[in-house]
């Protein structure tokens, strides 16, 4: 049970409603979490917009890459909901079950192609030791260029302040969806 109630348009303010909308237009929905982060519309608005930047409008980070940090990410603080929804959407992206299977079994990633394990192991470093390797950051650079790099360090991120926010106010899955391990 969510920490705060999941908003829909019709329980926003009036001069608010439009920022459903506007969630909505890329994504076809608005997913639990943002109807959560409703309960502040602006912020919602504004992390939306992010998102939309990161996921729709960018292309030097790749849908695949993307999905490989975000259920790096997903893993490392727990988060079923993004676990979940990004194992589907890793496999649409074209990330191999292997690949997966490295980021939830955690350790080195092993058995991965190294220009997968890279990001896996990029991600871990900044969210676990707080700082990349030189040799992670210069492997990454290497791959994806110098914005592509930038792109990829707030793209994590995000997907860290959308996973704390989602722990935080308890946003459970769907009804019907069940949870992937």
Partial sequence: MPRVPLL???N??????DLYGQIEAHRGHVARPFMALLNSPDVANSVASLGEQLRYLSSTVSA???EIITLTTARILKCEYIWTHHCMSASEAG?????VDAIRIGGPPRRVLPK???????TRELLEDKEIRDATYMAVEHLLGQQGTVDLVVTIGYYAMLCLAINALQVDLEDGVD???
């Fill in 8 to 10: 829909g348009r019709e």
């Fill in 12 to 17: 926003l303010p009036i001069d608010k409603q």
């Fill in 64 to 66: 695949g890459v993307r």
């Fill in 95 to 99: 990330v191999r079950q292997e690949v």
């Fill in 116 to 122: 997968d394990g890279v990001f896996i192991q990029f």
């Fill in 179 to 181: 949870p992937i391990d």
